[in-house]
């Protein structure tokens, strides 16, 4: 008999991002561990539930029992490294928070993330975790819950249906889509009289140093700029690696190959968000680090090594902002309405930045690897900032100067502003930073 569902741990899994591997620890760790896996990740399951250990042997390839009160709980995975580790549920029996976490980071890359899901009831208090989490040499990025109110809705889905097709059933998605945010905007006021469940995300600080670059590019039929564009990138960062996501109809691929670059067919074409999507986690495998910027010579191509050693020296993102100043290259209207959005992002998050849609950023790629970025629609710049910068990241803003484009832009100008505000409105449901508001934005003059 297959041990009855647990609830989905909605605050938990939106937390994860998108890691290349992934070692789940706790109760029951297997259902939320299944999200993951339809993305590709590599997951290991450390299981201290024997009723649920069927199960989850039933949905991760790699489960070992553990007793969780045990200090050799990391036992099976002595060795190996991860760009996440998951704690689900247990803190409470665990004879050390600290040591329990300290183990955790020993498992972890260098900027890999831990997540950590306890119960608002049974469970350690959010100061007790906290304080541990930083004894054990993690920085606490963000928090986030489960708020209880619609707790019995969910626990009615999970009984109802089988775990990998509960997100396609109607009262999964109305709760999820409509109830849940709602509700969740209401519990954050006194996390600690409605949480369900309380989540930190926290990391192993990244050291400073040199990081290996994946110079990226989203290519429409750019035959005219492409070939002179990876020169000139060669020509200033020789070592990175060049990665374009094409979807043109001209010969743009082939010449980019035959220069060296590897390109990404994304056909047919999908527009710009699912594009950027595919860029920024194909570079997150295998580069510590991904700038990325536009195939047209707006952008200027001299400030890929600049922005190379701010992130070596400790940045997590950094945005070349085009309207920091008017550029006489950028029409005075599309000047207006970029400053406007940029104001309206700074109003609705505290977010003291002058350009949310810049073509030209720098990422590390441990902060890639540490959210589920979303590219359907348009506008994937501003949660690729907003959020980053929510969650306590460091982030790093310059001006550039911004030259006249070679060729013809392929934006939906109306449909890029509407999706600029759901965006805008959409990271009001994001987990609440630790350090304070704007505490890691730095706004520099060059």
């Known amino acids: 008999m297959v041990p009855l569902l647990k609830e989905m741990n ?30 590709g990740t590599k997951v290991v399951a450390l299981e201290g539930s024997d009723e649920l250990l069927d199960r989850a042997m039933d949905l991760v ?11 050799d709980l990391f036992r099976p995975a002595e060795g190996r490294s991860f760009d996440l580790v998951a704690i689900e549920g247990g803190c409470e029996r665990v004879p050390s928070l600290v040591a329990l976490f300290e183990d955790a980071r020993s498992h972890l890359v260098d900027g890999g993330h831990l997540v950590v899901s306890f119960e608002a009831q049974a469970g350690p208090t959010r100061a007790a975790v906290r ?12 928090y986030d819950m489960n708020p209880r109110f619609l707790r019995a809705e ?57 990081l290996s670059l994946t110079v990226g590019m989203l290519t429409l039929n750019e035959i005219e700029s492409v070939e002179r564009m990876i020169d000139d990138i060669r020509a200033v960062a020789p070592d990175a690696k060049i990665l374009l996501i094409d979807s043109s109809s001209d010969r743009t691929p082939e010449l980019a190959k ?47 090594p600049v922005i190379r050693k701010v992130l070596e020296d400790g940045a997590d993102v950094v945005n070349a902002s085009r309207t920091a100043k008017f550029q006489d290259a950028m029409p005075l209207q599309n000047f207006l309405a970029n400053r406007f959005m ?6 609705a998050h505290g977010l003291p930045t002058t350009d949310v849609h810049s073509g030209m950023r720098g990422y590390r790629s441990s902060v890639i690897r540490g959210f589920s970025f ?8 501003l949660d690729t900032l907003i959020l980053p910068a929510k969650s306590g990241y460091k982030v790093v803003e310059f001006p550039i100067d911004y030259k006249e484009r070679m060729g013809v832009s392929k934006l939906a100008k109306v449909r890029g502003v509407l999706w600029t505000y759901i965006r805008i409105a959409g990271a009001f449901g994001h987990g609440q930073r630790v350090g304070g508001p704007q505490s890691r934005f730095d706004r520099r003059r060059s």
């Open 10 to 39: 909605f605050a938990l899994v939106e937390n994860l991002g998108r890691p290349r591997t992934a070692l789940f620890v706790g109760l029951g760790v297997a259902e939320s561990a299944t999200a993951l896996r339809t993305l």
């Open 61 to 71: 390839p790699e489960v070992h029992a553990v007793d969780l009160t045990q200090p």
């Open 131 to 142: 304080a541990a989490l930083e004894t054990a040499g993690f920085e606490v990025m963000r």
């Open 154 to 210: 969910l626990t009615r889905t999970a009984k109802a249906v089988d775990d990998l097709r509960i997100r396609y059933t109607t009262s999964f998605r109305t709760t999820r889509q409509l109830a849940r945010p709602m509700e969740k905007l209401v519990a954050m006021r006194d996390p600690d009289r409605f949480a369900a469940d309380h989540v930190f995300v926290a990391r192993v600080p990244p050291k400073r140093g040199p």
């Open 258 to 304: 035959a220069k060296g670059a590897r390109v990404v067919r994304q056909l047919p074409p999908q527009g710009h968000g699912p594009a950027m999507e595919r860029l920024m986690y194909e570079a997150a495998q295998d580069s510590d680090a991904l700038i990325y910027l536009d195939c047209d010579f707006t952008y200027p191509i001299d400030k890929i």
């Open 342 to 347: 940029a104001a309206s992002a700074q109003v």
């Open 374 to 381: 979303d590219g359907s629609g348009d506008a994937i710049p």
